[in-house]
């Protein structure tokens, strides 16, 4: 089994920045799944916001927060980070951390149904 537990959650002023982080652990996950930020906002079906390959090198981001968000990972600490910067209100959302263990394709990353572990979400407030 796997576990993801999201912190980093909270209210920010719009323009504001925030760090979200994500942890794994279990006996059986591996630094070699592919790992992604979803978020849901009330009323809202759940997206996309960024993903991540297993060492890196390929990242990828939902159109609507290209150039403020940043998704990175610690593999040595079983971490994956989402760094949010000129955060606006509609960012305002539950984001899930996300692992898959046999992520390959772009397509396949920004699939909410492809992957296998979810953790149970951080709040994320942005006040206008």
């Known amino acids: 089994q796997v576990q993801l537990v999201e912190s980093g959650g909270g209210l920010v002023q719009a323009g504001g920045s925030l760090r979200l982080s994500c942890e794994a652990s279990g006996r059986t996950f591996s630094n070699n799944y592919g790992m992604g930020w979803f978020r849901q906002a009330p009323g809202k079906e759940r997206e996309f916001v960024a993903a991540?390959?297993?060492?890196?090198?390929?990242?990828y981001y939902g159109d609507s927060v290209k150039g403020r968000f940043t998704i990175s990972r610690d593999n040595a600490k079983n971490t994956m980070y989402l760094q949010i910067d000129k955060l606006k209100p509609e960012d305002t959302a539950v984001y899930y951390c996300a692992a898959n263990p046999s992520a390959w394709a772009e397509e396949v990353y920004r699939m909410q149904g492809s992957y296998n572990y979810w953790g149970q979400g951080t709040q994320v407030t942005v006040s206008s």
């Open positions: 991540i390959n297993w060492n890196g090198v390929r990242t």
